[in-house]
């Protein structure tokens, strides 16, 4: 018999068998076992546990603070592992930088620490221990040098120390921290009371999205015409993640993995709205885009089929803006050099091909001064997904 | 500075792409008995510099060959004093200037940058035996 995937989204649930696909709206008034129960009891009763696959990006990521050494190394390789892992980030903080900087006040779920080759040591001291005091978190792991060891477990409760991410040739090292953050972030999915009750459908692990669109990469080849270097932008109800191939970066990063993930946690269009249309409204180009698309910015305010549409092309027009050489950012993707564009997500069940062909045309014209564009892929029937879940 | 293992960062700055040059550099460091952390070429200022922090290097050892050196490191001054390098020896060699150029205006300029040592179309092993005089020099001071 085949299999029943089901992803439960921030906004969406949607399933996949050999019927085909089908989405549905979540009630936020019930739990989501409930609210799946009564939208799929038929199809859900048809299967048995061990045939029914699940998936959840509802829980929203967890939050990370990275205190590192420096930008171009252990942060910057602390944040890659980060989002690859599915976490988000919202600070990160330099150590030289600690006694100045505002501690973050929100519950943060992990804080990292890095800093430095097993050859050196005495970069943290004091210092750090006071501001860790001043911060709120569940988790915290080290992930620097060896020498720091000591002093850091002697001062720091519950700390988790791991591999050094940095090598001694100044190089990545990233399993260790990966794998810890894939299993905090795994954790925390089926912790979650409401994620808790679908193991009275399953009987298999349920993963976190993002993690499973990352997994069926590499095969993308095998359901659309997509040539690599590639982007595949999943515009979501609450966030929006970008994965892209490394080829894309100019980078001092040399990882096994060939695809990396980006995650804008402001990005939605419904969760997030407010913060997209702020975005939107403090982008230079939002008064030419909207002229463009035939609407004035009352439309930002609106509540309305075409409103939603209108946000999903400036979420479009703000994740490539965000990742262009023109905003340098924490991630520059050459996307002059990009060869397809697959977008996933709720966004292609409502935008037509033209209509993204029309928004990326503008991108490429207004910021990177071309009329060349990638190939673009509207992933309709949620092939990535179902891809990865397979897999 | 005592006697343990001299780390050096080095790699190309800016717009460079000659690979060559900095292989051959990276070889020659280590044939003398130096811990070498090769940037590769295409390297911006801040990623050495935070490379020798990372690593606690003694030297940084910048090379160039396409002139543009002039451009990217500006800004030297600036980050060695933010970042309290004092001890770090900072050396560059190689074509370090557009066209044609003396090298009594070219070596000033340089050492006003920040750098210790400069080296203007020097050859590789004339420039690594100065490095290491100076260093011996540092010692015995």
């Known amino acids: 018999m085949s299999k029943l995937l089901i992803d439960v989204g921030s906004t969406y649930f949607k399933t996949s068998s050999s019927e085909g696909v089908a989405q549905a709206f979540r009630d936020f008034s019930m739990t989501i076992f409930d609210d799946l129960s009564h939208k799929f009891a038929n199809k859900i ?318 991108f490429y014209k207004k910021v990177l001064n071309t009329n060349t564009i990638p190939t673009i892929v509207l992933d309709h029937n949620y092939d990535i997904w179902t891809l990865g879940m397979h897999q | 500075m005592t006697d343990r293992i001299k780390k050096v960062v080095t790699g190309v700055v800016g717009n460079d792409i000659h690979v060559v040059a900095n292989r051959l550099i990276d070889i020659s460091l280590q044939a003398r008995g130096y811990e070498v952390f090769n940037l590769g070429v295409n390297t911006y200022l801040e990623e050495f510099i935070d490379a020798v922090i990372e690593t606690d290097a003694d030297i940084l050892l910048i090379s160039s060959l396409n002139g543009e050196a002039e451009g990217w490191c500006r800004d030297l001054q600036f980050l060695r004093s933010e970042y309290q390098l004092k001890d770090v020896v900072f050396v560059i060699g190689g074509n370090l200037a557009v066209g044609e150029a003396k090298c009594e205006d070219i070596v000033p300029k340089y050492k006003a940058y920040g750098f210790d040592l400069v080296f203007h179309q020097i050859d590789l092993n004339t420039g690594l035996d100065t490095l290491e005089a100076f260093m011996q020099d540092r010692i015995t001071k």
């Open chain 1, 45 to 362: 009763a048809a299967y048995k546990k061990e045939d029914i696959y699940i998936c959840s990006s509802a829980n929203g990521g967890l939050s990370t603070l990275i205190i590192g050494l420096t930008n171009s190394f252990s942060l910057k390789y602390a944040k890659n592992i980060a989002f690859n892992s599915g976490i988000n980030i919202i600070d990160t903080v330099l150590v030289h930088e600690l006694q100045t900087s505002v501690a973050p006040t929100q519950l943060l779920d992990v804080v990292i620490v890095v800093g430095g080759i097993d050859s050196v040591g005495g970069i943290y001291d004091t210092k750090l221990i006071s501001y860790l005091a001043k911060l709120r978190y569940s988790n915290i792991v080290y992930v620097g040098n060896t020498q720091d060891v000591p002093f850091l477990r002697s001062h720091v409760e519950a700390l988790v120390v791991l591999e050094n991410i940095i090598d001694n040739k100044l190089k990545v090292r990233e399993e260790a921290l990966k794998e810890y953050l894939t299993n905090l972030y795994q954790q925390d999915i089926v912790g979650k009371e409401d994620i808790k009750q679908l193991y009275a459908i399953t009987a298999n692990q349920i993963f976190s999205t993002p993690y499973i669109v990352n997994r069926s990469l590499p095969f993308i080849g095998t359901k659309f015409a997509v040539v690599d270097p590639f982007i595949v932008v999943d515009i979501g109800g609450a966030t929006t993640d970008i994965h892209y191939s490394r080829d894309l970066v100019r980078d001092n990063i040399v990882s096994e993995n060939g695809f990396d993930r980006l995650v804008f946690k402001k990005l939605g269009v419904y969760k997030s709205r407010e913060s997209l249309v702020f975005a939107a409204k403090s982008n230079e180009f939002v008064y030419e885009m909207l002229n463009y698309l035939n609407v004035t910015e009352n439309i930002l305010e609106e509540q309305s089929e075409k409103a939603t549409k209108i946000l999903m092309l400036l979420s479009i027009f703000l994740v490539l803006y965000k990742v262009s050489s023109y905003k340098p950012a924490y991630v520059t993707l050459n996307l002059e050099r990009l060869n397809a564009l697959v977008f996933t997500g709720g966004i292609t069940k409502v935008l037509s091909q033209d209509e993204v062909l029309s928004i990326v045309h503008f």
